[in-house]
């Protein structure tokens, strides 16, 4: 075990020191919830770092979205660079769960886009998580979903050592077991290949791959490879590979299961024959017979984890594991890691949201047939099971809602507030704008061009935020056409496109963005001079008192932040959202006074936080791109036949790694080519 060392260029300032030692005497006195009400850009991820590195135990920190979750990953990186900092989300980019509708009886299968990125990256969570203490993950609400057995994934991987006596074939057979697919073509991760005395093997949480070398029933060498050159990293004498996928059974357990899963058929199909319901029989029976049959096959099937329960062993109702069961706990069973809940006035809601809605959906499928009763169990944690799985909590948020208020109320927790900014940073100034018409701009979205057109001038950013994603697109459609640089971010926009936005809109790529209420939370973006609220008196949930000072606090980074808040009339939650906003400013103005501080505008590097999440392969084309650009100028046609001869001849050498980058790099100059055309 490594103790954690925080990296930091300065040191805490503002209110920083006071709400890190009493958060950390909280922790020592055991206070199960603690809440860090702390205002956008006072350094909450900062303070948090500094507790992680006096607890020195692991550390989970859950984020509502995946576009915050990455960029609290990139911070923590920077503070804990000698240690595990991994991110953990969903690795769907799409995700149509299977679902039935009987007023118009329409089955819906299930769909999904895996992006092999993301997976790497949740295997890369999980493995450090069973190997070593210095470890600190940063999830989204994937992490109460089940994800298999940390015992068996444990309990199942490969050892290998340089000398073992293992033969090819048996190496071979002990892949697959481990659901490792064989290929002859590229690899990539969670495949292997077999080359003469040489097996080749992809992890699914690295990007190299190892190249064992067999000599008869002997281990004489392993080599780690880059996967895209192929150059040499390193020769360890000793390798582990995990299972490439996380639900893993032996194959005792794998008959035990389908034992009791014919049994739970027969009771099902015996119900629906009481109930005279010969359809939904017939449904069930084809479907699961499919299934087994598959898994006898194959030790998988698609939807194998809608008999998770049998797998595990479970009991009908209990939870299912999950990246919790992955951190480690006392001999009493008691959690023990550290966990933080970033902008806890919406993850929390959304932990509590989720079993409902999962277990509505599945209860329909039972009934009519298209599952079996177990299928229940392949669910999220309840909120109960999830406080029960989670220790002492630390909640972040500026705008802390109900649950974390009443939780750390002393004696048993407490609510620390961290209001002053070390930039001596002040709130945004307001103004409200009626949304008819004011001056020569008829209209809000006339006003807030005009507003914009000056920030850019001036080199400053704007946002927007709109009540639908229709509306936010259609807004960046006409602000395009005025010829502002515009894009839009709503939950339909994937993950990593997502986050590339946000950064080239730092950069300057992009002047404004629009979105609806995914700007609102945790999104550090220190160049927004200028934020307009559309609709700001419409009172609901995207314009309630927590939303509206939630969106303020976008523009509180920056020396010139200013919010422009168009309505008519001035709701309850407007009220109280400036009341709050123009309470803060007079705390800051105050103590910037008697320290003699003068704001100044936060200055953070512009960093691809989807760098991570991008392949070596993607960024290996990009490079060879920039370093031929001059080349292809001159004369493209004469440099795509070069190109293509370079091609074939490593094809006939037989590399193929260099033939494949090759050809991608072709695909992409002759569709710039023809797009010139």
Known sequence: MRNFTLHSPYSPAGDQPEAIEALSKGIKKGMRHQTLLGVTGSGKT??????????????????????????????????????????????????????????????????????????????????????????????????????????????????????????????????????????????????????????????????????????????????????????????????????????????????????????????????????????????????????????????????????????????????????????????????????????????????????????????????????????????????????????????????????????STPPKGQIVEQVIRPTGLIDPELVVRGVVEFGDYPGQVANFISESEKVIAGGGRVLATTLTKVMAEDLTDFLKKRGLKTEYIHSDVKTIDRIEILTKFRKGIFDIIVGVNLLREGLDLPEVELIGILDADKEGFLRSETALIQTIGRAARNISGRVILYADVMTGSLTRAMNETNRRRSIQIAYNKKHHITPKTVHKEIRDIAESMRSEHEKTIDSLLVVDSSLYKKNPKRFIKDKRAQMNEAVAKLDFETAALIRDELAFLENKTSAKK
């Open 46 to 407: 900062f303070t948090t770092a500094n507790i992680i590195a006096n607890y020195d135990k692991p550390t989970l920190v859950l984020a509502h979205n995946k576009t915050l979750a990455a960029q609290l990953a990139s911070e923590y990186r920077d503070f804990f660079p000698e240690h595990a900092v991994h991110y953990f989300v969903s690795y769907y980019d799409y995700y149509q769960p299977e679902a039935y509708i009987a007023h118009s009886d329409t089955y819906i299968e299930k769909e999904a886009q895996i992006n092999a990125e993301i997976d790497r990256l949740r295997h890369s969570a999980t493995q450090a998580l069973l190997t070593r203490r210095d470890v600190i993950i940063v999830a989204s609400v994937s992490a109460i979903y089940g994800l298999g057995s940390p015992e068996e994934y444990k309990k199942r991987h490969v050892n290998m050592t340089v000398g073992d006596t293992l033969s090819r074939a048996e190496l071979l057979r002990k892949l697959v077991g481990i659901y490792f697919e064989r290929t002859s073509a590229d690899l990539l991760p969670g495949q292997f290949r077999a080359i003469g005395n040489n097996i080749e093997v992809m992890p699914v949480n690295e990007k190299m791959l190892y190249r064992i070398t067999f000599d008869d029933e002997h281990i004489v060498s392993i080599n780690t490879l880059d996967a895209i050159s192929r150059a040499l990293i390193d020769t360890p004498n000793n390798i582990f590979i995990f299972p490439a996928k996380h639900f893993v059974t032996s194959e005792k357990d794998r008959e035990k299961a389908i034992i009791e899963i014919k049994s739970e058929l027969e009771e099902q199909l015996a119900k629906f024959k009481r109930e005279e319901k010969p359809l939904e029989a017939e449904r069930l029976k084809r479907r699961t017979l499919h299934d087994l049959s598959m898994i006898r096959e194959v030790g998988y099937t698609n939807g194998i984890e809608n008999y998770s329960r049998h797998f595990d062993g479970r009991a009908p109702g209990d939870p299912p594991h999950t990246l919790l069961s992955y951190f480690p706990h006392t001999k009493e069973g008691d959690a023990d890691f550290l966990t933080i809940i970033d902008e806890s006035h919406v993850t929390i809601p959304q932990i509590s949201g989720m079993f409902a809605g999962d277990r509505s959906r599945k209860n329909t499928l039972i009934e009519y047939g298209f599952r079996l009763p177990s299928a229940r169990d392949n669910r999220p944690l309840t909120f109960e099971e999830f406080e029960e799985r989670v220790g002492l909590t630390i909640y972040m948020s500026a705008t802390p809602g109900p649950y974390e208020r009443e939780h």
